[in-house]
């Protein structure tokens, strides 16, 4: 009988479902749609391509250490936010795209998310190290966060050490007897 | 998994089930942080709760739905469905989407959760307070799904004890088996719950005992949520990967779940193994399937919420006496030979 009940009050109330097309659907303000990038915010430190847990987000080089890409495929993300999460300067936030039809699978590709690396080179051997502004960053964070009487000192050794390949730096380590081999 | 960062895999252990997801990642993320020896916040183990409860109750309200449709009873499955909406509606506005949180992490929870969205997320809840007692009515009153579930398949408490039921079957049965009371992984204790219990152990005692524990479910996330916009607090703690194992037990909607991981101290684990409590409960009901109506079949095994994609194996019985005779993992059946 109650059942009879909830049935007779279906048929006056309008229907629950909305016409989707027509009618756009309504997101939670947490709504986590495919990320987006901030050029502009971007250091270039690649976090969330090595945290990506499907490899929708990655980095690509199209002319030998020339030039790096960065790119994020629709294809694969899975929108678990992790990338959002990790970036270090927020360059990357939640679209609240959720209607990801194509007619071609190259279009889920975000290909306006191409970023520039300028790469700084290493002063001995040449080899690419990392983008200008990566290095910046991790200067800036030296410089507010240490003390006062090493800041100096630490962001001059800092200079020296960062103009050189990961290789080359630790040649230097070893000259200096600086290296971490030495406690081992 | 052992190819992936600890990071990565908690997505992945996401995706095992669909339906329970948050019991997946709860379970991985607290057998890491017992391997990594430390404990989440006290508001994270409030968030966890809540997710997990909404989960428990949008799962068995998806089971009532379609027992009652292979019952033949559509009306129902309707219904339950139709309520179910409200726990979703619930989820996605705490995390954003309805099913894959993607919120619980190791140490903690990765997002917070503003009390405006809690306040939105109880409102939809309390909605769903005033329709589940209607659905456990109609259930109690229905002669349909009581013609077609009572009696079917029907196990005492030392049986469903001997063939290894877990979960709402056991609890079906009278058999108290919850790892909440049991192995307190979260706070239930602050909550004021208590495990459910029925008494005959049939295919309609299952259903029984799950709208009541989506009820009681209900209950406990209201006072989760209560708590959770009184208070306030850390959401993560800081961790070091170091090597060891850790083992936890979780209990998903299904049962039991259990997550063993081994590292040395590297980012991969070195190690993964997951039971899940569908492997349990098939494994048991087709001990009871022999002398039942084929008619009957579709409802013995649908009345213990089993999820198939969970537990990729085969049992292989024999057709004279049901004893089993071999259970093989569905990769390995294309060359398998009785």
């Known amino acids: 009988m109650k059942l009879l009940k909830e049935i007779l009050r279906a048929l006056t109330r309008p229907p629950v479902t909305t016409q989707y097309p027509a009618k756009p659907a309504s997101l939670p303000p947490s709504f986590r749609g495919p990320p987006d990038f901030d050029d502009a915010r971007c250091i270039r430190c690649f976090a969330c391509s090595s945290v990506c847990p499907t490899g929708a987000c990655y980095v690509q080089d199209i002319s030998d250490g020339e030039r790096t890409v960065l790119i994020i495929d629709y294809t694969r993300c899975i929108s678990c936010g992790r990338c959002v999460t990790i970036c270090p300067t927020d360059a990357l936030h939640h679209t609240r795209e959720y209607s990801l039809l194509a007619s071609r699978k190259t279009l889920y590709t975000l290909s306006s998310t191409e970023v520039d690396v300028r790469f700084i080179r290493c002063t001995e051997c040449n080899q690419p190290i990392t983008d200008v502004s990566h290095i910046r960053f991790i200067a800036d964070r030296l410089s507010e966060n240490l003390p006062e009487e090493v800041r100096d000192r630490a962001l001059e050794d800092f200079k020296r050490f960062s103009s050189l390949c990961p290789a080359c730096r630790t040649k230097l380590a070893r000259k200096l007897g600086t290296s971490p081999e030495k406690w081992c | ?338």
């Not at chain 2, 009652?68 to 559509?74: C, I, K, M, V």
């Not at chain 2, 004279?320 to 005779?325: D, E, G, I, M, P």
Request: net charge positive.
């Open chain 2, 1 to 338: 998994m052992e190819q992936r960062t600890f990071h990565q895999n908690i997505f992945l252990a996401e995706r095992v089930c669909g339906i329970c997801n948050t019991a997946h990642a709860i379970c991985y993320c607290t057998a890491v942080e017992r391997l990594l020896g430390i404990s989440p916040p006290h508001r994270a183990q409030l968030l966890r709760i809540l997710l997990a409860e909404l989960e428990r109750i949008h799962s068995h309200l998806l089971l009532i739905g379609l027992v009652a449709d292979l019952a033949g009873f559509r009306t129902l499955f309707m219904y339950a469905w139709k309520i179910r909406e409200h726990v979703l509606d619930a989820i996605e506005r705490i995390t954003g989407s309805r099913r894959h949180s993607g919120m619980v992490t190791i140490g903690g929870v990765s997002r917070p959760v503003p009390g405006k969205d809690l306040a939105s997320a109880r409102r939809s809840l309390l909605v769903l307070a005033k329709e589940l007692p209607k659905l456990l009515s109609i259930m109690k009153e229905s002669t349909t799904l009581k013609r077609r579930c009572r009696g079917v398949t029907e196990v005492d408490k030392q049986t469903a004890r001997k063939i290894g039921f877990v979960g709402p079957n056991a609890r079906a049965s009278g058999l108290k088996l919850d790892v909440r009371a049991a192995e307190p992984y979260l706070p239930y204790a602050e909550l004021d719950w208590k495990p459910v219990l029925g008494e005959f152990g049939d295919s309609f005692e299952r259903l029984i005992v799950r709208a009541r524990e989506a009820y009681q479910s209900l209950r406990t996330a209201l006072i989760c949520i209560k708590r959770l916009l009184s208070e306030s607090g850390p959401l993560t703690v800081e961790y070091q990967l170091r090597a060891g194992e850790g083992i936890a037990r979780v209990e998903a909607p299904r049962g039991e779940l259990v997550y063993y991981l081994a590292a040395e101290s590297t980012a991969h684990p070195s190690f993964v193994r997951i039971r899940t409590p569908t492997m349990l409960n098939l494994s048991a009901i087709v001990q009871l399937l022999p002398g039942l109506r084929v008619a009957d079949v579709p409802i013995a095994i649908g009345s213990i919420d089993p999820c198939m994609t969970c537990c990729d194996r085969v049992t292989v019985l024999s057709a004279q006496s049901a004893a089993v005779l071999a259970r093989i993992p569905l990769r390995a059946l294309t060359t398998w030979k009785p």
